[in-house]
């Protein structure tokens, strides 16, 4: 693992948190940094809701059967895509401009010394409703994935996954 790209192999999913605020230019930055993620055709069609109150983190926990550690968290974000906004309105275009926004987020986070986990969300029709539900999202609005993030109560080595057997030289 190349020392320069250390941030990178540093960031590991986090799912316990210690009840510590969070400061408003911590979120603040890791927001522009989201918003700093390749996009097609430069549309951003990411919108982020941001979600300090516990009242609320739960709520969303309870729709995500893999992000009960979300009602534990101080800091949540929802990344929705608006499908209105999107290159050529396609929903794929959406989604891998939301997953890089959310990929940036998550590296960004880890870099600012908190752990962040990615919560699943599109495209599994339950959770999607219930977060359409919960933010009362217009029909445009396409959730895609949850962050649950705090100043992490556990920690995992750096790490990379990979397998030289993945990587396709000149042919397959
Ligand atoms: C699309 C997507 C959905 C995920 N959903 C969940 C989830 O619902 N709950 C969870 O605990 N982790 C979830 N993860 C995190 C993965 O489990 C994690 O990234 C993977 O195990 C690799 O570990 P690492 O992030 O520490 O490198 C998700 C990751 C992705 C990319």
Known sequence: MNSLLAPLFARRSVRKY????????????????????????????????????????????????YGKMLARAPLGFVICGDLQRVNGQHLSYLLQDC????????????????????LGVHPREDRMAHLRELFHLPEHIVPVGVVAAGYPDETHPPRTRFTAARAHRERW
Do not use: F, Y
């Not at 997953?99 to 990615?118: D, F, P, R």
């Open 18 to 65: 210690l009840d510590k605020p969070i400061p408003a230019k911590v979120v603040q930055d890791a927001l522009e940094a989201a918003m700093a993620a390749p996009s097609a055709n430069a549309k951003d069609p990411w919108e982020i809701l941001v979600v300090q109150q516990p009242e609320t983190l739960a709520r969303i926990a309870a729709g995500l059967p």
């Open 99 to 118: 997953s890089a926004c959310i990929e940036n987020l998550l590296l960004a986070l880890s870099m600012l010394g908190l752990g962040a986990v990615w």
